[in-house]
C-alpha cells in the first residue's frame, strides 16, 4: 500500500526551511527518501531503519518513528539545487517497497 | 560507489515496432533489479522485479507477454517492449539493489520512450 506525503507541493525562498512528511498504515522496518529532478531519475538520499532514528546529509536530514510509521525530511536553509520532487519509499513487513507519491518541491532565489 | 547504467536514453519508434532497454550495474553484482514506469508529475510504478535466473515477478496490471523482462546475469537486465503502441510510451527506470533487506535502490538514468 502506498505511502502518503504531505504536503505536496512546497514553494521556498532560498535559505528557508522545510518538512516533508511520509506516512503508512503498514508496519515498517525502512523508510528510503530520493530527490529526482525533472528529467532525470531518482537519486538515493539516506535510509532510516530503526524507530527514532535520525540520519544527516549535509543540510538535509530525516527521522523516522516506527511506532507511529512516520518519516519526516528536514531541509534546513534550502539551496536551489534543492529543488526537485522528493518521494519517501517504505518497505514493511508482508509489503515490498513502494514509492510514496512524491512532495514537488521549489526554491526560489 | 553503486552505479547502474541504462540504455538507451531515448527512443523514438513507429508503432508496432519492439525495443529493448538495457539495465546494468557496473561495479556491483545485482540479484535483483526493478522496472519502473513513471508518467508525467506522477510516481514511480513498480512493474515488475527481475530476479538473476528466475522468471520475474509481475506487478498486478502488468502485461508479462507485452514487458519481457530477463535477467540473464547479475550485472545485466533487460526490458522488451513487444510491438509498442502509443500508450506505452513513458519513461521507464531501471534500479539495482545489493543483497540485502536494508539496502537502497540505485537507479539508471532512465528511458524516454516514444511511440509514434
Known amino acids: 500500500q502506498q505511502p502518503v506525503q504531505s504536503p505536496q507541493a512546497v514553494i521556498l525562498r532560498e535559505g528557508e526551511d522545510a518538512v516533508i512528511n511520509c506516512s503508512s498504515s503498514?508496519?515498517?522496518?525502512?523508510v528510503h527518501w530520493y530527490r529526482q529532478k525533472h528529467g532525470e531519475a531518482p537519486v538515493f538520499l539516506m535510509i532510516?531503519?530503526?524507530?527514532?532514528e535520525q540520519k544527516g546529509h549535509e543540510k538535509i536530514s530525516a527521522s523516522f518513528n516506527e511506532k507511529k510509521q512516520q518519516s519526516s525530511l528536514y531541509l534546513t536553509a534550502s539551496q536551489l539545487s534543492y529543488s526537485g520532487t522528493y518521494f519517501c519509499?517504505?518497505?514493511?513487513?508482508?509489503?515490498?517497497?513502494?514509492f510514496g507519491p512524491g512532495t514537488r518541491l521549489s526554491v526560489l532565489p | 560507489g553503486a552505479v547502474v547504467s541504462q540504455h538507451p536514453s531515448r527512443v523514438i519508434c513507429k508503432s508496432g515496432t519492439s525495443v529493448k532497454i538495457e539495465c546494468r550495474s557496473l561495479?556491483?553484482?545485482?540479484?535483483?533489479m526493478f522496472w519502473y514506469r513513471q508518467f508525467p508529475k506522477q510516481s514511480l510504478m513498480l512493474m515488475a522485479t527481475?530476479?538473476?535466473?528466475?522468471?520475474?515477478?509481475?506487478e498486478q496490471g502488468v502485461e508479462k507477454d507485452k514487458f519481457l523482462i530477463n535477467h540473464a546475469s547479475l550485472t545485466l537486465s533487460t526490458l522488451t517492449v513487444t510491438s509498442a503502441h502509443p500508450e506505452d510510451s513513458s519513461f521507464y527506470i531501471c534500479?539495482?539493489?545489493?543483497?540485502?533487506?536494508?539496502?537502497?535502490?540505485?537507479f539508471g538514468d532512465g528511458t524516454r520512450l516514444s511511440i509514434l
Open positions: 527481475s530476479n538473476e535466473g528466475s522468471k520475474a515477478t509481475y
Open positions: 561495479d556491483f553484482q545485482a540479484t535483483t
Open positions: 532510516l531503519l530503526k524507530g527514532g
Open positions: 503498514k508496519a515498517l522496518y525502512s
Open positions: 519509499g517504505t518497505e514493511g513487513y508482508g509489503q515490498n517497497f513502494v
Open positions: 534500479s539495482a539493489r545489493l543483497q540485502g533487506r536494508y539496502q537502497p535502490q540505485h
